[in-house]
């Protein structure tokens, strides 16, 4: 009964390829989708997303949210080796902007040079 | 302090001891959270407090878990009778508790727990 599911769970690339990560939920009234980024152990904030089809972008990462299919994905282009972590989609319990976020399992991405 | 703290880094204890686990948010933020990372998983969600009350403590596993914030700053989470299966990364993280960024948390470092 996972809310939030993400695949691939782990991806290898080497520097300079572009990934697409995804993750695909499943929550009562739906308000925002988050991404982060968890590099040793402190997740860092990347994006929240709240309407579709809009894009946010931040440098080489980007990402996109389908209300309609239920599932966002991340992007990065041109990777480099500081890029290697696990990255995190949440949506937040029964669409409160406060409280529980129910997390999916992570992607590990690994960037060779 | 400029970020969320946690103390200690890192705790080894032996099955069935007594563990604090304190969590310093940043300062001005009303709402905070302790999620347990186990590995290979992503955080799961164990209580929220905004302000001083715990606002959703659905998320502790049983009653050996309690964790209190008596002046809506300082939180610290308290385990009883540790288990083997309690070992884990204990993450605090807190939010400014509304507005435009509601939603996106500040983590801590963490405090790794082991139960031997």
């Known amino acids: 009964e996972d809310k939030v599911v993400q695949s691939p769970l782990s991806l290898v690339v080497h520097e300079g390829d572009t990934v697409t990560l995804n993750c695909s939920y499943e929550v009562t009234n739906f308000r925002s989708l988050l991404w982060y980024k968890q590099e040793k152990k402190a997740p860092t904030f990347l994006f929240m997303l709240t309407s579709s089809g809009i894009e946010k972008k931040s440098g080489r990462l980007s990402s996109i949210l389908d209300k309609k299919e239920l599932f966002s994905i991340l992007n990065i282009t041109a990777t480099q080796t500081g890029d290697s972590a696990v990255y995190l989609c949440?949506?937040?319990?029964?669409?409160?902007?406060?409280?529980?976020?129910?997390f999916g399992r992570g992607t590990q991405l690994t960037v060779w040079p | 302090g400029a970020g969320v703290s946690q103390t200690p880094s890192n705790k080894v204890t032996e099955k069935g001891k007594y563990v604090e686990l304190r969590c310093d948010p940043i300062?001005?933020?009303?709402?905070l959270y302790w999620y347990r990372q186990s590995l290979g998983q992503g955080p799961e969600f164990l209580i929220y407090?905004?302000?001083?009350?715990?606002?959703?403590d659905s998320g502790l596993p049983n009653d050996r878990f309690f964790a209190v914030r008596p002046e809506g700053s300082v939180s610290t989470l308290k385990i009883q009778r540790t288990e083997r299966g309690d070992s884990a990364v204990y993450l605090c993280?807190?939010?400014?508790?509304?507005?435009?960024?509601?939603?996106?948390?500040?983590f801590g470092e963490g405090s790794r727990l082991t139960v031997l």
């Open positions: 407090f905004q302000g001083t009350g715990a606002a959703d």
């Open positions: 949440a949506v937040p319990d029964r669409g409160s902007t406060l409280g529980r976020l129910y």
């Open positions: 300062s001005g933020h009303t709402a």
């Open positions: 993280a807190s939010s400014p508790g509304g507005g435009a960024m509601a939603g996106e948390l500040f």
